[in-house]
């Protein structure tokens, strides 16, 4: 196991480099916990909007107007006095004040004419308002067309019940994206980051000088030299992923058995790491010289920064530019990250879904077979 202790050597040389990167890689998945935990639901929530109404109408279809909207609002009622009005709205006071005319039901059932608003500039919550208030003059023109007068609208429009919505949680989600999905997306990150420099300081390191040309001379054959060199590459490999799946189940342990899929992530960053390996033994077999450390650095930050902007590691995909994501598809952190997408907004992988997670899978695969070949290739033509 001459080689093999070689290779490892070698990698303990760079296991500062491989701890920084995993404290790295676990202060970013600490971070979005914590902002995972906080509550954010109140961003989605219907907002109370301070609303001033000038009725001048006093009639059961005005008063079940101002009644509809107190509901939702803090709803108020105001005198049509302009510049005290103007004032309000200037201090925030009120956000929205609505001028019910005489003759409401006339002037906006009958005739369909639009109520008189007036808003803060900009409010986004002026829009929400505007919606109720259109929703409940539609509602009221519906009744007055089946022959309801104005009492008559009114005592039904109280009777009206709000929709109810009920969500059918069949992945066992429950319509959220857990902290976990961000620990996964960041996976391929770490994983070309350290293997690259890693096996690419081994890999490099073995073809320095006349090292190759004594190699093939010494007493171990090839064959045994590349099944140790593998051997190697495994053994951090496993490591590095032992270490990835142990910290998601630490921090994530009763989501992930609870929510199922378990076995497609591991089957999904398992692909991912040989994805991994492959592109870092590539990537070591073009270093050389004495710039090689420099080299390296370079090599390995534009793949792995690059691969991580185009392919949904830093930037999800869901938030990409169409035209980025098709020149994507053409790598395989895409995949990877399009399975991990499907795994944490379904949960159960079944039906279509499956078939989607199984081709991500497919096409990682693929790539990993496409890289072996190319990697082969050029190990034959750098030996001639």
């Not at 803090?74 to 001028?99: C, G, M, P, S």
């Not at 989501?255 to 592109?279: D, K, Q, S, W």
Request: net charge neutral; proline share 2%.
């Amino acid at each position: 196991m001459t080689v093999y202790k070689g290779y490892m050597k070698i990698v303990k040389r760079n296991m500062g480099l491989i701890l920084m990167y995993v404290a790295i890689f676990a202060g970013i998945t600490v971070i979005f916990q914590h902002f995972s935990s906080l509550d954010s639901t109140g961003s989605y929530q219907a907002e109370s909007v301070r609303i001033g109404v000038i009725d001048e109408d006093r009639g059961s279809l005005a008063k079940e107007l101002q009644s509809y909207l107190g509901q939702f609002h803090e709803v108020t009622r105001a005198e049509h006095d302009k510049a005290r009005l103007q004032e309000d709205l200037f201090y925030r006071n009120v956000e929205y004040i609505i001028w019910i005319p005489e003759d409401f039901f006339e002037t906006c059932i009958v005739e369909g004419k639009a109520l008189t608003v007036t808003k803060v500039p900009g409010s986004y919550t002026a829009f929400y308002v505007d919606q109720q208030i259109n929703s409940f003059l539609n509602n009221a023109r519906v009744f007055h067309a089946a022959g309801f007068d104005q009492e008559e609208a009114a005592e039904s429009l109280e009777k009206l019940e709000p929709a109810q919505v009920e969500l059918l949680d069949t992945g066992r989600v429950s319509g959220e994206k857990s902290a976990y999905g961000f620990y996964f997306r960041y996976i391929p990150y770490l994983f070309l980051s350290v293997l690259c420099y890693v096996m690419g300081n081994v890999i490099s390191a073995f073809r320095k000088g006349d090292l190759p040309k004594r190699m093939r001379a010494c007493a171990v054959s090839g064959r045994r030299q590349n099944v140790e060199g593998l051997l190697a590459a495994a053994t951090v490999g496993m490591c590095l992923w032992a270490l990835c799946i142990g910290g998601a189940f630490f921090w994530y342990k009763d989501i992930l058995t609870e929510r199922g899929g378990v076995g497609y992530f591991l089957l999904n960053t398992l692909l991912m790491l040989l994805v991994a390996l492959t592109i870092s033994y590539l990537v070591g077999m073009f270093v050389h010289g004495k710039n090689g450390v420099n080299t390296l650095n370079g090599i390995v930050n534009v793949l792995s920064l690059g691969l991580g902007f185009l392919c949904g590691v830093f930037v999800p995909l869901e938030l990409m530019n169409k035209s980025v994501k098709n020149v994507s598809q053409f790598l395989p952190v895409y995949w990877y990250e399009v399975v991990n997408d499907y795994l944490v907004e379904f949960g159960n992988v079944t039906g279509e879904v499956k078939q989607a997670v199984l081709q991500g899978l497919g096409m990682q695969l693929a790539f990993v077979a496409a890289l072996v070949c190319v990697t082969l290739t050029v190990s034959k033509w750098k030996r001639v």
